[in-house]
């Protein structure tokens, strides 16, 4: 589906950013995603695309589907080797100087359709949150949570010519419950009881604090999150309170807002204001899920 989707959005791209060159895709397969990236990229404006596969090291059926594929702007090349012999290939001609330069006076760019490629990337996002949603709705996803790791763009840094020093993460608790409104409950993907099972009531059960935590009933905490579903906002790292200098959901726009937090009836956060409280220890419980 994903390169169906990625070769027009490609050429739109094109469009968007007044690139005057035609894009010269270039795909090593070991025959699963040759064909659909062919078949996706036919015929689409301002691309060509050329495949390089292992000679012996696909099936008769998908060499048959390559080399019989329709087009204008579709080529494909049996490599003598395997797999690795062709991706290999494909990454020497990407890195050849010579060979750029030589396709930029004719008027093209190199570009790729591999799995990282944003192109692709997107599609199967929108696919995952949709998934994500289904399963949530039917209550197959008990709760939502999020490995917060408030790292600053500096920190990331660290792993700029070694991504083995990348510190892993995102932060993302502090929007974790707007994002769930805005993009389950507002589109109507999920209902508002939902929304509270994975934030408050499973959660609570889940570590053994139900019913003291994660329902409003008598002997509870009273612990309430007043949410204004008419509300309106866009995510920025400069409004945030979590200690960090960037946030991956900035510019989005967001349906309702926090009003109010209250903690053990006492107000907590006002408006986006984080307003001193006190901890309380709690023992857990036995799992109640």
């Keep these: 589906m994903a390169l169906q989707m990625l070769p027009h959005l490609l050429s739109a791209s094109l469009v968007k950013t007044e690139e005057d060159k035609t894009v010269c895709i270039l795909v090593a397969t070991s025959g699963d995603t040759g064909k659909g990236a062919l078949e996706g990229f036919k015929n689409v404006p301002r691309t060509k695309i050329l495949v390089f596969y292992p000679k012996d090291g696909v099936s008769q059926v998908q060499e048959l589907q390559m080399v019989t594929q329709e087009g204008g702007n579709v080529s494909v090349c049996a ?9 290999t290939g494909v990454k020497k001609l990407f890195s050849n100087e010579k060979v750029r330069r030589d396709l930029e006076r004719k008027g093209y760019f190199f570009s790729s359709a591999n799995s990282i490629n944003w192109g692709r ?3 199967q996002i929108v696919y995952y949150i949709s998934a994500y949603c289904d399963l949530l709705r039917d ?4 709760t939502v949570a999020t490995d917060h790791c408030s790292f600053t763009t500096a920190q990331k840094r660290a792993g700029r010519y070694d991504f083995t020093k990348i510190p892993g993460g995102l932060p993302g608790v502090e929007h974790r419950g707007v994002l769930l409104y805005t993009h389950g409950v507002a589109a109507g993907r ?5 929304m509270c099972r994975v934030l408050c009531e499973n959660p609570a059960k889940l570590y053994g604090c139900w019913p003291r935590k994660g329902c409003i009933a008598p002997g509870g905490d009273g612990d309430i999150v007043v949410y204004d579903p008419a509300a309106r906002g866009v995510i920025t790292a400069a409004d945030q309170a979590q200690n960090t200098d960037y946030t991956p959901y900035e510019g989005m726009e967001t349906a309702g807002a926090v009003e109010q937090v209250y903690l053990r009836g006492r107000l907590a956060a006002d408006r986006g204001r ?4 006190q901890g309380q220890f709690i023992r857990r419980g036995p799992c109640a899920l």
Excluded: K, M, R, S
């Excluded at 490599?79 to 991706?87: I, S, T, Y």
């Design 121 to 123: 990337v997107l599609p």
């Design 79 to 87: 490599v003598v080797g395997n797999f690795d012999d062709a991706q």
């Design 274 to 277: 984080v307003l001193e409280t």
């Design 139 to 142: 209550g197959e996803i008990d």
């Design 190 to 194: 999920i209902t508002p009881a939902d």
